[in-house]
């Protein structure tokens, strides 16, 4: 780890992500030919194989020795996380966001080594929103990130410098996805999980979102606008990058299921929680609580 220079390569990825972002803003999604991978709602485009295609090979003639894991060329049950470090890369976070004009789309793209997220970049071309952290070095958030001079000045996360102590599930703003499995065990606890967490009398959050991309619900959660993020079946391209930036806000990632305080990146079940000067360990115990011992199980 001493001898890369990860500064270095987050100003690569920042470069990178602007270029992707350009080849996502001209394209027409309603024009754009798309297929689906494990059922009719997990959908990819041209366009995410086209933006993977352009940042594998930037980064493998950038950094020969590096490892690289995109969501387009993953193989199930090959494609693993290593030690080695590894490039770890979603074209585009928020496809269904994407063919739909939903401005709530990213590039995300992490740097880990030893499994450890190291780098991350998460940029949304629609918003013209950058994040980026690297370990050890702070996070930031940047809008109008691309104009050159016109760009605002980065703000360090979490935003206003946090808000303090976490509260209860009742006083928090939740954000956790359905995702594209739709049936299964998996899908019973969610839908389970789900209702506890909305009912008056359980955990009752105090608001709920989806911004229908793993990324920006964990840059949010960095920000410190969402105070937990919960999901089960993403993968690790959908957190890596976020993961760095919210570590270095001050939050932390635990594991989806109950009593994992220190999930493996590639776990597939994870719970983002901000940044706080207390009630972190509280609120996920909480959280944890009223998913009633239910355990969800992915296979890599
Ligand atoms: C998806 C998004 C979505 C999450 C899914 C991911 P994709 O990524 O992050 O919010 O619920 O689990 O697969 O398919 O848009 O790259």
């Not at 041209?46 to 060329?73: C, H, M, N, Q, W």
């Not at 928020?94 to 063919?99: A, D, I, L, S, Y």
């Not at 789309?105 to 980026?132: M, Q, R, W």
């Not at 009630?279 to 998913?291: A, P």
């Amino acid at each position: 780890m001493a001898d890369i220079n990860l500064p270095e390569i987050r100003d690569t990825l920042v470069s990178l992500a602007f270029e992707a972002g350009r080849t996502i803003l001209a394209a027409n999604p309603s024009a754009t030919s798309a297929d689906t991978k494990l059922n009719a709602v997990d959908i990819v485009t041209e366009t995410d194989k086209a933006v993977e295609v352009l940042i594998s090979s930037r980064l493998s003639t950038l950094y020969p020795s590096f490892s690289f894991i995109g969501e387009e060329t993953y193989v199930k049950g090959v494609t693993t996380v290593t030690d080695a470090p590894t490039f770890i890369v979603d074209p585009i976070d928020g496809t269904q966001n994407f063919v739909h004009g939903f401005p709530h789309a990213c590039i995300s793209l992490g740097f880990a080594v030893e499994k450890i997220p190291s780098v991350g970049v998460v940029y949304n071309p629609f918003l013209d929103i950058l994040y980026t952290g690297v370990r050890g070095q702070g996070s930031y958030m940047q809008r109008n990130a691309s104009e050159g001079s016109n760009a605002k000045e980065p703000q360090r996360l979490p935003l206003n410098g946090g808000k303090g102590k976490l509260n209860k599930l009742c006083n928090s703003l939740v954000a956790f996805e359905g995702g594209s499995q739709r049936d299964g065990e998996n899908f019973e606890i969610k839908m389970r999980a789900f209702r506890n967490l909305l009912e008056s009398g359980k955990g009752m959050v105090g608001g709920f979102r989806s911004l229908g991309s793993a990324a920006l619900n964990i840059c949010g959660v960095a920000a410190g606008q969402l105070d937990l993020y919960w999901e089960g079946g993403c993968y690790a391209w959908d957190v890596a990058a976020g993961w760095c930036i919210l570590n270095e806000a001050g939050g932390k990632m635990f594991g989806g299921n109950p009593g994992v305080w220190e999930p493996e990146l590639d776990s597939r079940k994870y719970l983002a929680v901000r940044g706080a000067t207390e009630g972190q360990k509280e609120i996920v115990e909480e959280f944890w609580g009223l998913l009633g011992g239910e355990e969800m199980v992915y296979e890599h």
